[in-house]
């Protein structure tokens, strides 16, 4: 049995992705990874109140990671994306 796990931490930004692949202890919370990958240098700004999830799926930070969790940060929305869709649909 493992006492470790692999995850990767990915922040979207608005013209690339970074992402940060990291071994933690077994056990160990998204906060952790998120706090392990701030360490190895992943610029996320604003994570304290960044929303975050796994694999598409928001979650709480004290959510346990498990081997091969992709955990992802995310940044505030700058438009509703159904206005966005009906804007575009008024155009064509």
């Known amino acids: 049995m493992s006492h470790e796990v692999s995850v990767t931490v990915v922040y979207a930004q608005s013209d690339s992705v970074a992402e940060v692949e990291l071994r933690l202890a077994a056990g160990a919370t998204v906060a952790q990874a998120l706090e392990t990958a701030a360490k190895a240098g992943l610029d996320m700004p604003d994570l304290a109140h960044a929303p975050v999830g796994i694999f598409g799926k928001r979650c709480p930070r004290d959510a346990v990671v498990k081997?091969?969790?992709?955990?992802?940060?995310?940044?505030?929305?700058?438009?509703?994306?159904?206005?966005?869709?009906?804007?575009?649909a008024r155009v064509k």
């Open 67 to 88: 081997h091969g969790d992709r955990i992802e940060v995310y940044r505030p929305l700058i438009a509703d994306p159904k206005d966005s869709r009906r804007r575009r």
